[in-house]
């Protein structure tokens, strides 16, 4: 609900980076004359109008497969991530199904190799192809949050068409060895899908290093604008094959119909370029941060966990539990602070989430989580503020006795299964 009167306390600080990020000014100016004069459909290449709309959409596209080091056609824009995983996943399922044969002239449906810690758009479209015949292995994370490249190698099949794989994760940001991943891959002529998403901002993507033959982007992720994504194809050895989602005008080389979203489009290609220009100094400002946060943290709650390996992680993200501690109740207290749980509020149950599950043992308790993703606006003094409002938060609720009513589900944070966020603005 939007509330009209001004919260009684400063702006809340954003840490919520990984469910999207707000949309650089640089972006902004780029985006605002497709609104205006730059209206065109950039399909209708016949006049004027319809030309400089292409030209802009070009233009983004270079920028784009800049970014990962890809040649633009194999650039396809999509309305984001979401669709980018469905239409690598489902398209290379199905194209192959449409041949009546896979890579090694194999007979039945096929097989799919990925993890239990995908984001939602990567498991839901896998359950879909299970319905459609095709058998899908989720290999579990080990206990740093990173599936071995080993369990890959193990898990494929003579007639395994795809590997899915993300490279960092959206909750715990444990990156994975994605590189080794498409070495092998690429041994054994099998199809690879990197889900990049949470990598794109702060990690080196070029596509030929990590060995990927399809690879999944979001514009909002990197401070560019929602509903607007990109899905890189490989063209060349090999060159990959899709099953379209849609039917229509066969825009983007007939893999992905619809009138181009050419505002969406210009502030992906502006936000990629400041990405490609801004990422190293980015992290190298960034991860000092996260680093401060934490040690702020230990050091008056000794007993938190952090979730997932600290090494093997993206320099902006902080996931930890708090022994004793209910996520949902935690958010709740933090009102300051825009930031994520993992705790499930679909049902009654106080889940933790399905990623940080994962990483123990059935009837360990680790305690609520928090995910905290900072960002290039997030400052040394707002970091110093977060850490005291958690750690307030966490002696208040440890002091008084548990209460039992749950906190109410207003927001579905991100993809998370009922994950809650916190703000000012909500109660
Ligand atoms: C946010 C996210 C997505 C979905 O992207 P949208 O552009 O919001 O559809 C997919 N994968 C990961 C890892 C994400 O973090």
Redesign the pocket.
């Known amino acids: 609900m939007f509330n009209p009167t001004p919260p009684p306390m400063p702006e809340p600080i954003y840490l919520d980076h990984?469910?999207?990020t707000p949309c650089d000014p640089r972006v902004i100016d780029a985006m605002l004359p497709t609104f205006g004069e730059a209206f065109g459909n950039a399909s209708s290449r016949q006049h004027a109008h319809g030309k400089r709309a292409a030209e802009l959409v070009e233009g983004a596209r270079g920028k784009v497969a800049s970014l990962i080091a890809a040649d633009p056609r194999e650039i396809v824009f999509t309305?984001?991530?979401?669709?980018?995983?469905n239409l690598a996943i489902k398209g290379v399922a199905r194209w192959f199904a449409s041949q009546g044969h896979g890579p090694r002239n194999m007979s039945g449906p096929g097989h799919v190799v990925t993890s239990a810690i995908?984001?939602?758009?990567?498991l839901d479209s896998c359950a879909q192809l299970e319905k459609e015949g095709l058998q899908v292995t989720y290999l579990p994370p080990n206990r740093d949050g990173l599936v071995d490249a080993t369990a890959v190698e193990a898990a494929l099949r003579p007639e395994t068409v795809l590997v899915t794989l993300?490279l960092?994760?959206?909750e715990i940001g444990t990156i994975n060895p994605v590189s080794e991943v498409g070495k092998l891959c690429k041994e054994r002529g099998v199809t690879f899908h990197c889900?990049a998403?949470?990598g794109m901002s702060l990690l080196d993507c070029s596509v030929d290093a990590l060995g990927v033959d399809l690879l999944?982007l979001?514009?909002?992720?990197i401070y560019g604008p929602?509903?607007?994504?990109a899905l890189y194809v490989r063209r060349r050895a090999p060159h990959v094959r899709l099953q379209p989602l849609f039917d229509g005008g066969r825009h983007e080389r007939g893999v992905r119909s619809g009138t181009l979203n050419v505002p969406g489009i210009v502030g992906m290609g502006v936000a990629c370029e400041i990405v490609e220009n801004e990422r190293e100094s980015d992290a190298r400002r960034i991860k000092p941060l996260r680093d401060s946060l934490l040690a702020q943290l230990r050091e008056a709650l000794p007993d938190l966990h952090v979730n997932g390996s600290l090494e093997h992680r993206l320099p902006n993200n902080l996931n930890v539990s708090f022994p004793g501690l209910d996520g949902e109740a935690l958010v709740g207290e933090l009102r300051g602070l825009s930031v994520s749980s993992g705790a499930a509020c679909s049902s009654a149950t106080h889940d933790s989430s399905y990623v940080v599950k994962s990483l123990y043992e059935n009837n360990e308790t680790v305690g609520g989580s928090l995910r905290f993703g900072l960002g290039r606006s997030n400052s040394t003094d707002e970091v110093v503020r977060a850490a005291k409002e958690v750690v307030n938060a966490a002696r208040r609720l440890r002091e008084t006795p548990p209460k039992t009513s749950i906190q109410g589900c207003d927001s579905i944070s991100?993809?998370v299964p009922g994950a809650t966020s916190a703000s000012a603005h909500r109660k």
């Not at 309305?79 to 995983?85: L, R, V």
């Not at 979001?218 to 992720?221: E, T």
């Not at 929602?226 to 994504?229: A, L």
């Open positions: 990984h469910a999207t309305s984001g991530a979401t669709e980018s995983d995908e984001h939602k758009a990567v993300m960092a994760n959206n889900d998403v949470q999944s979001s514009a909002h992720k929602k509903g607007v994504g991100e993809c």
